[in-house]
């Protein structure tokens, strides 16, 4: 079992930057694939990006494919967004996500584990 902590939301200007971070607990966070998810007011969960275990493969939403940025350290038990030129469209609750043996996946349904969010405002 894992338990994450995303931490790094904030208020920035359209064009700027943000980094998130998500905290895991436990020895086996290694064996973890992860992922990014977003979620606004009034609409689905959204796949942002995921990474697998190793961090060999990773996986982008189309809405955020060459401006955002997904990385892991395994020795720090810490999963990475690093996310550039925000647009107002991008404002939402981020949240961390893991689970086992399941490779990047896009869908939500598929992770067991979840963070509690973190707010992200862009503002035009």
């Known amino acids: 079992q894992v338990q994450l902590v995303e931490s790094g939301g904030g208020l920035v200007q359209a064009g700027g930057s943000l980094s998130l971070s998500c905290a895991a607990s436990g020895r086996t966070f290694s064996r973890y694939d992860m992922g990014w998810f977003r979620q606004a007011p009034g609409k689905e969960r959204e796949f942002v990006a995921g990474?697998?275990?190793?961090?060999?493969?990773?996986a982008y939403g189309d809405s955020v494919k060459g401006r955002f940025t997904i990385s892991r350290d395994n020795a720090k038990n810490t999963v990475y967004l690093q996310m550039n030129n925000l647009k107002p469209e991008d404002t939402a609750v981020y949240y961390c996500a893991a689970d086992r043996d399941r490779g990047v996946t896009r869908v939500a349904g598929a992770y067991n584990y979840w963070g509690q969010g973190t707010q992200v405002t862009v503002s035009s």
């Open positions: 990474i697998n275990w190793s961090g060999a493969i990773t």
